[in-house]
């Protein structure tokens, strides 16, 4: 670790022989040898740190906790991480602050923090609320003997299942589109978007499964390895639902999956997109 990623008062020095030796500087302005170990030397910082926190501020509020967190653990972390964890720690401090939570029990179910964050930042808010139960297990490790943690990851569990569902979903109605009608003649009776959007009715077993298999394999060449997985532990029958589920004009997933070859080009035209609203929007304001 660089020298000026290092938490505040933890110091480096190299000696001309090469090796790195850490010192803490004390509130009486003195260093304290820590030796060459640097998980040791990070161990005795952070004792050092949640000592002086301890001391000066009682660990009673779910803020009180958080701000531990971000005094005695985060400087740790690796620097490209930090500012992510402080982005999440802020935002449960506003929300336990809002909720005027002054002690450790009687929380807020966690579902009522997805509420407060909306719809569109669900996903955000779920990687935040396992935060917030990782800095409770951390706090009863590191600091003092508190209860068992009121938040529970059931709730985010369920959210990232079903978030990775409607993409598997619309992967699925995706490319089994495209497959379908490349390999298939269109009764004179159908139109192609008829005949795609019911292909599921046509599909044998065999297809299908053939069909799920190269899906899987284009999933995890597209850098979405979960969607894979996911694919790979589904049964013919809910292979058939979810395509099936797909059928008629008002029956699509609500997700924006930008899947395959088609990739780049889509994320130029939504850049062009942005870059051109945001051209109206200044003429606008200047008009």
Known sequence: ME??????????????AGNVYYYLKTDLQKEVPLGQDRG??????????????????????PVALLRCFLICEIPLREPHARPALRRQVAALEAYFSLCGCNTLTGL???GLYLAHRGPNYLIRAGAEIRLFIHIWT??????????????TSTIVGRLSQ???????????RLHGRSAFLAGQKVPASQSQQEMADSHAKYLDDGTLTSFARRVADQLARDGRPDLAR????????????????????????????????????????????????????AIGNKR
């Open 162 to 172: 079903d978030a990775r569902m409607t993409d598997l979903a619309d992967a699925l």
């Open 3 to 16: 020298k000026n990623t290092l938490p505040p008062g933890l110091r480096a020095r190299r000696t001309l």
């Open 40 to 61: 040791k030397a990070f161990a005795r910082w952070r004792a050092h740190t949640l000592e002086r926190y301890v001391a000066a501020q009682q660990i009673a509020s």
């Open 138 to 151: 951390w706090a009863k490790r590191h600091v003092t003997n508190l209860p068992a943690c009121p938040w």
């Open 108 to 110: 807020p179910e966690p």
């Open 230 to 281: 996911a694919l790979s532990r589904l049964d013919i029958v809910a292979i058939r639902t979810i395509l099936e589920a797909g059928e008629g004009e008002h029956s699509r997933s609500p997700g924006n999956l930008i899947l395959g070859t088609s990739r780049r080009k889509r994320l130029q035209e939504l850049r062009q997109e942005l870059r051109e609203r945001s051209a109206t929007q």
